[in-house]
């Protein structure tokens, strides 16, 4: 899937660079192209009207500044005079080689007044033309296109050598992009399959709990059916359903669902209950809580939701810390943040594993995978911390592994 994805993430890049590359060389062909010929028809212009004619009259070269080696594409001029025994031309200048052949020479000039426009080209013989009809006579100019076509060809051949290397160079950036944008979707796709695998695990032992236990009700006597089995199915039901109420509030997390209803909240409020809640969880757990919270720490957000994450920080901490050990809870103001740290000695979290410890069903090692619960509260813990324009991070060295929680304080 991911590489089909990443080939059709190509295809689609390629397709607009080559439809680019395509507008760029055909607009330049065609403006360069338009530029020649205006320049070759500039160049007839000024031939015909500065040269002499056959008779001698009209301007002289020196009058108007015309000399043959001005002009870079090879031109000739002929008079066509009409009388009653036919056409009459004479070549009055130019630095076109081909006048000798008058044969050749004949069929350039019946082609050219054959013609319905007083300009434009002759195919057969590569020459751009104009006609200027002065009455008793016509001037006929001509100017040799293999210039124009050879300049051309060279224009188009050289952007086609840009556009083939541009080409390559961009498909090689976008199959490096292909990987880039699609990490996410992989990164997606791999959790997904994860996360299904993890909660189908987590649901099959309760399921199979559940079903032994109704097996072993429907075989017994209804007088001899023991109520501890009826207990079993109770408890595990309940789990699932703790289970099944995480996975949908992750769920609406992920769809970007805000939940929270945000009002002004005391956060020190907040983590002292949850503090004093949890003092004899941590008593039977045999450690001891201790909590240090600033006065009027005022946020905007859901009392619930942040006391979940209080909860869920404390919770993990009083199970995962080290026996005998003291917890600490911590809550500090800032100009701008509330920062609130909980902390627990313990076993340091290696860096390679710290960075996975908010995924869902993660756990840090396999001591934690005895604990209760489905290693889903780290995850739900971040989703509300960034519901709330916070965030949640963990560090850990040998003195403690710590969980800072910030958010912005209300204005």
Same mark, same amino acid.
């Given at each position: 899937m991911i590489r089909k994805l990443r080939l059709k993430f190509?295809?689609?890049?390629?397709?607009?660079?080559?439809?680019?590359?395509?507008?760029?060389?055909?607009?330049?062909?065609?403006?360069?192209?338009?530029?020649?010929?205006?320049?070759?028809?500039?160049?007839?212009?000024? &031939?015909?009207?500065? %040269?002499?004619?056959?008779?001698? +009259?009209?301007?002289?070269?020196?009058?108007?500044?015309? @000399?043959? !080696?001005?002009?870079?594409?090879?031109?000739?001029? &002929?008079?066509?005079? %009409?009388?009653?025994?036919?056409? +009459?031309?004479?070549?009055?200048?130019?630095?076109?080689? @081909?006048? !000798?052949?008058?044969?050749?020479?004949?069929?350039?000039?019946?082609?050219?007044?054959?013609?319905?426009?007083?300009?434009?080209?002759?195919s057969d013989y590569n020459l751009r033309y104009l006609r200027q009809d002065d009455g008793i006579y016509q001037k006929l100019a001509f100017v040799d296109m293999s210039m124009e076509q050879a300049t051309l060809q060279e224009m188009v051949g050289s952007h086609l050598q840009i556009a083939a290397a541009a080409f390559f160079l961009l498909l090689g950036v976008s199959i490096l992009l292909s990987h880039w944008a699609t990490a996410p979707v992989e990164r997606a796709w791999q959790q997904q399959r994860q996360f299904l695998s993890d909660a189908s695990h987590e649901l099959k032992t309760p399921l199979t709990v559940i079903l032994s236990n109704a097996e072993l009700l429907e075989a017994a006597p209804l007088e001899e059916r023991p109520a501890r089995w009826a207990d079993n199915i109770r408890s595990e039901a309940g789990q699932m359903k703790n289970l099944v109420e995480e996975m949908l509030t992750l769920a609406r997390a992920d769809n970007a669902v805000r939940t929270a209803v945000m009002t002004e909240v005391s956060l020190s409020d907040a983590a002292a209950d949850c503090a004093l809640a949890f003092e004899p969880v941590a008593f039977e757990a045999g450690k001891t809580l201790d909590y240090q919270i600033a006065e009027e720490v005022m946020v905007l957000g859901d009392p619930d939701k942040l006391k979940q994450v209080i909860s869920i920080l404390l919770d993990n901490a009083i199970k995962y810390g080290a026996a005998g050990g003291t917890i600490t809870l911590m809550l500090q103001k800032t100009d701008r943040q509330a920062k609130l740290t909980v902390a627990n000695p313990g076993d340091p979290i290696p860096p390679e594993q710290l960075k996975h410890l908010f995924e869902r069903f993660y756990r840090a090692d396999a001591s934690r995978g005895e604990k209760s619960g489905f290693g889903l509260g780290l995850s739900i813990a971040s989703a509300i911390a960034g519901e709330h324009k916070g965030s949640l991070r963990a560090e850990s060295d040998a003195a403690s592994t710590r969980f800072l929680f910030t958010m912005p304080l209300k204005k």
């Amino acid at each position: 899937m991911i590489r089909k994805l990443r080939l059709k993430f190509v295809v689609v890049c390629m397709a607009m660079v080559t439809s680019v590359l395509a507008v760029i060389i055909v607009s330049a062909f065609l403006s360069a192209k338009q530029n020649i010929e205006f320049i070759s028809t500039q160049v007839l212009q000024r &031939v015909i009207r500065e %040269t002499p004619s056959a008779d001698g +009259t009209g301007p002289s070269p020196p009058a108007f500044g015309l @000399n043959p !080696e001005e002009v870079l594409l090879p031109y000739f001029t &002929v008079e066509v005079w %009409t009388g009653r025994g036919g056409h +009459t031309a004479y070549v009055t200048g130019g630095t076109y080689a @081909n006048l !000798e052949d008058t044969d050749i020479l004949a069929d350039i000039i019946s082609d050219c007044l054959s013609e319905k426009t007083p300009e434009g080209t002759i195919s057969d013989y590569n020459l751009r033309y104009l006609r200027q009809d002065d009455g008793i006579y016509q001037k006929l100019a001509f100017v040799d296109m293999s210039m124009e076509q050879a300049t051309l060809q060279e224009m188009v051949g050289s952007h086609l050598q840009i556009a083939a290397a541009a080409f390559f160079l961009l498909l090689g950036v976008s199959i490096l992009l292909s990987h880039w944008a699609t990490a996410p979707v992989e990164r997606a796709w791999q959790q997904q399959r994860q996360f299904l695998s993890d909660a189908s695990h987590e649901l099959k032992t309760p399921l199979t709990v559940i079903l032994s236990n109704a097996e072993l009700l429907e075989a017994a006597p209804l007088e001899e059916r023991p109520a501890r089995w009826a207990d079993n199915i109770r408890s595990e039901a309940g789990q699932m359903k703790n289970l099944v109420e995480e996975m949908l509030t992750l769920a609406r997390a992920d769809n970007a669902v805000r939940t929270a209803v945000m009002t002004e909240v005391s956060l020190s409020d907040a983590a002292a209950d949850c503090a004093l809640a949890f003092e004899p969880v941590a008593f039977e757990a045999g450690k001891t809580l201790d909590y240090q919270i600033a006065e009027e720490v005022m946020v905007l957000g859901d009392p619930d939701k942040l006391k979940q994450v209080i909860s869920i920080l404390l919770d993990n901490a009083i199970k995962y810390g080290a026996a005998g050990g003291t917890i600490t809870l911590m809550l500090q103001k800032t100009d701008r943040q509330a920062k609130l740290t909980v902390a627990n000695p313990g076993d340091p979290i290696p860096p390679e594993q710290l960075k996975h410890l908010f995924e869902r069903f993660y756990r840090a090692d396999a001591s934690r995978g005895e604990k209760s619960g489905f290693g889903l509260g780290l995850s739900i813990a971040s989703a509300i911390a960034g519901e709330h324009k916070g965030s949640l991070r963990a560090e850990s060295d040998a003195a403690s592994t710590r969980f800072l929680f910030t958010m912005p304080l209300k204005k």
